[in-house]
């Protein structure tokens, strides 16, 4: 069971080594979505801060005990940063709990697996390097520098706040950037608690770590738009995603976004039934739905459409709603009253366009172990590929059944669509699985599993679903420049007015 003070908690920003408040000397309230409550004042910096923030950052980048520092010794600070995170990976899940709604079971797990993230890349940053280059002139030694791109500004959502960051920040850190992170309105607790708990303890040289906490645009804009900032990467919705890619643009800014999706989780009448009754139920009823690689479109063999949909309405129908500080609950609350709304319009949307509803369909009341913000777990089935319900994001947990003939039709169905983030496909044919995994266009695909992520894998979309990839050794290129260098050793110049090549 969660602790929940009544009393608010007053927090402060984090911004060149010191805690402060914002310039406004404004706060807000941060919500509980369980009890619908205010549980903490968080500071509502505005374009002021985040100017201290990215000059903090940038004196952090340019001068002083961070770029001096070996690569060996920034790899030993992250796995100290690893160590810390084991540490409080209780208190820490719990905040992020009380902030989100998300399940503690959920929750913990993330910030249990988390420190892997600080492991890996604090091993990576002394195995990055550039290389020397063979140019086609016997009197050059020429080779390349890999360097750091500069002050990293992230922009994180709600659904998994320290794991979204610490997919940018470890590998930024591990290139030797320096960062100033704007986490979402709804959940800026946990980040807080991170940095008094975890980065302040590990002993980061000062201004290497900041945080703008704040509303979306009136924060969010001017870090996006600061000069001083070398690269943006952004976790959130697509029309969000949008803009930050629009107004980076306009000052070359390298980007990366992670978007929505609307992935088709795919089932062939060959496979195990019950796996993938359980595979569909995952994929999208965990995290009541909100999730980017919710695997919203259910996409079912004709032949095994009425057994596998009464097994999927009677399992779902077990889901435990409640309490998500309790770890027998299985369906928590929607994490923003935005977002409640959106959800329920759209299931509206889909009663409208003809849709079956045959679990579910509104409000949880409390009799049901729901509450204020609580959905019940939907189901559709009749749904047709190119209704609203199909092709837009919900982001909460809403089902749209869609059939399929042949392999031929999943594909077509599958990859119509604007976005590209995750597929499952459930089938015991190896010939089918591999088939499968390479015509859908997507980022990930899993095979008899689904929602998987490791800090091993890369992970990305296709698509309207994102730029770039997060994880995996080729994240920390997202962090890095390529510098070349070219040292001759002939004595003489030749004709200067001619470009010199191999051949002049
Ligand atoms: P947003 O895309 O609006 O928010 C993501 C982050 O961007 C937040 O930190 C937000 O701040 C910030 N932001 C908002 N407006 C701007 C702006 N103009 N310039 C720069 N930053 C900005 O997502 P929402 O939280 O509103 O959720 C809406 C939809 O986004 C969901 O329905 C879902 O489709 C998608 N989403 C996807 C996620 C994913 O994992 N890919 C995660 C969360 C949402 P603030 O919170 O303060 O507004």
Redesign the pocket.
């Known amino acids: 069971m969660l602790d929940r003070p009544t009393t608010l908690k007053d927090y402060q920003t984090y911004i060149d080594g010191t805690w402060c408040n914002a310039a406004s000397g404004k706060k807000f309230q941060t919500f509980d979505p369980y009890t619908g409550e205010p549980w903490a004042l968080i500071p509502e910096c505005d374009a002021r801060d985040v100017d201290r923030a990215c000059e903090a950052a940038y004196r952090a980048f340019d001068t002083g005990p961070w770029p001096a520092m070996t690569q060996t010794a920034r790899g030993r600070l992250l796995r100290r940063i690893a160590g810390l995170i084991e540490k409080h990976a209780e208190h820490l899940a719990e905040v992020e709990v009380r902030d989100n709604g998300k399940l503690i079971s959920e929750m913990l797990a993330q910030l249990k697996y988390l420190p892997e993230w600080y492991y890996y890349y604090g091993g990576l940053a002394d195995k990055i390097h550039g290389q020397v280059v063979p140019v086609d002139r016997p009197d050059i030694f020429g080779y390349t520098l890999k360097e750091p791109v500069g002050v990293c500004a992230f922009?994180?959502?709600?659904?998994?706040p320290l794991m979204?960051v610490g997919w940018k920040l470890a590998p930024a850190l591990a290139a030797g950037c320096t960062a100033v992170i704007?986490?979402?309105?709804?959940t800026t607790a946990s980040l807080l608690e991170f940095i008094k708990l975890v980065i302040e303890p590990a002993e980061l040289p000062r201004g290497v770590v900041n945080v703008v906490s704040?509303?979306?645009?009136v924060?969010?804009?001017p870090?996006?738009t600061h000069p001083k900032v070398a690269k943006v990467a952004?976790?959130?919705?697509?029309?969000?995603?949008a803009?930050?890619n629009e107004?980076a643009a306009k000052s070359f800014k390298k980007v990366s976004l992670?978007?929505?999706?609307k992935s088709p989780n795919i089932v062939f009448d060959d496979c195990v039934l019950d796996d993938a009754v359980a595979g569909a139920i995952s994929g999208i009823f965990a995290a009541t739905g909100?999730?980017?690689i919710a695997g919203s479109r259910l996409l079912l063999q004709d032949t095994i459409h009425e057994p596998f949909v009464e097994k999927l309405i009677a399992m779902a129908r077990t889901a435990k709603l409640g309490d998500p500080g309790l770890v027998e609950t299985q369906v928590g609350p929607v994490t923003?009253p935005?977002?409640y709304q959106?959800i329920l319009s759209y299931i509206d949307i889909a009663k409208a366009e003809g849709a079956r509803c045959v679990l579910g369909g509104g409000p949880a009341p409390k009799e049901e172990g729901g509450g204020k913000y609580f959905v019940k777990p939907t189901i559709f089935t009749g749904v047709n590929n190119r209704m609203r319900i199909a092709q837009e994001?919900?982001?909460g947990p809403v089902l749209s059944v869609i059939k399929f003939r042949d392999e031929e039709e999943a594909v077509a169905i599958a990859n119509d669509i604007a976005y590209g983030l995750g597929a499952g496909v459930w089938t015991q044919s190896v010939r089918r699985a591999t088939t499968m995994a390479r015509r859908i266009r997507a980022g990930t695909v899993w095979v008899n599993t689904y929602r998987a992520v490791s800090f091993l894998m890369p992970f990305g979309g296709y698509k309207a679903s994102g730029i770039g990839r997060e994880n995996g050794a080729e994240a920390v290129e997202a962090y890095l420049q390529t510098k070349s260098v070219w040292i001759n050793n002939a004595p003489g110049g030749g004709n200067p007015f001619v470009m010199r090549t191999a051949t002049s």
């Open positions: 922009i994180t959502p709600w659904n998994s979204l704007k986490p979402s309105e709804f704040g509303y979306g645009a924060v969010g804009e870090l996006v952004f976790t959130g919705g697509t029309v969000t995603g803009r930050v107004l992670e978007l929505g999706g909100q999730t980017c923003t935005p977002q959106k994001e919900v982001f």
